[in-house]
């Protein structure tokens, strides 16, 4: 199966810390990945994960478990910005290196 | 280019009508991708470029789509006969040489709306 869940939306405040969960299943898999994007923009890439454990980049951190098909975002010090849809994706195994996606989850920050 | 570029970027057409689809990848990348993002939907895959040969076509909803890149660069998406249900954003990305570890780049999309 080529099934990938995350929350539809979720609503958090500015300073704050959210996190959103992404849960896949897969026979084939080439690593985890996380877009973000705003409306009417292109998805901008913000993390891969091929193994398992936490990687951090600034305010965004991504985690991984390959044996639980689950992966998070980590986004602290919410910033009105980083209002958006965030899209989780895992990559297909073998030559094309394509993306399967989930539906995405719309953040709203809060003032 | 500094990014992928795609045009149109609005395109209204009539039920019926053909239309196509272009995208200009970042320099350098041989790897193509296009998707489909319909309201509520996620990105549907729709067809892979590795150069100008398409390894991948199984995305492609039916006989009325389909997608050529010459040169190794430009890439064009053609929707023949139009359908209300086509209407979307399509979304052309580009990669470098696959590896598993290389972000896809994804341009802003055409949004077509068939009426």
């Known amino acids: 199966g080529q099934n990938i869940d995350q929350p539809t939306e979720m609503t958090a405040t500015e300073g704050a810390i959210v996190q959103i969960n992404c849960t896949y299943q897969t026979s084939g898999f080439n690593g985890l990945f996380w877009y973000q994007q705003h409306a009417g923009e292109a998805p901008t890439f913000l993390s891969y994960?091929?193994?398992?454990g936490l990687e951090e980049k600034g305010r965004f951190s991504s985690f991984l478990s390959r044996s639980k098909g689950y992966s998070y975002l980590l986004l602290k010090e919410l910033q009105m910005k980083d209002s958006a849809s965030y899209l989780c994706?895992?990559?297909?195994?073998?030559?094309?290196?394509?993306?399967?996606f989930g539906t995405g989850t719309l953040l709203a920050v809060q003032p | 280019g500094a990014g992928v570029s795609q045009s149109p970027s609005n395109k209204v057409t009539e039920k019926g009508k053909d239309v196509e689809l272009r995208c200009d990848p970042i320099s350098g990348h041989t790897a193509l991708y296009w998707y489909r993002q319909s309201l509520g939907q996620g990105l549907e895959f729709l067809i892979y470029?590795?150069?100008?040969?398409?390894?991948?076509k199984s995305g492609l909803p039916s006989d009325r789509f389909s997608a050529e890149r010459t040169g190794g660069s430009v890439s064009t998406l053609t929707i023949q006969r139009t359908q209300q249900e086509d209407s979307a954003v399509y979304l052309c990305?580009?990669?470098?040489?696959?590896?598993?570890?290389?972000?896809?780049?994804f341009g802003n999309g055409t949004r077509l709306t068939v009426t």
């Open positions: 470029f590795q150069g100008n040969s398409a390894p991948d």
């Open positions: 994960n091929v193994l398992d």
């Open positions: 994706a895992w990559g297909a195994a073998g030559a094309t290196n394509k993306l399967i």
């Open positions: 990305a580009s990669s470098s040489p696959t590896d598993g570890n290389s972000p896809l780049h």
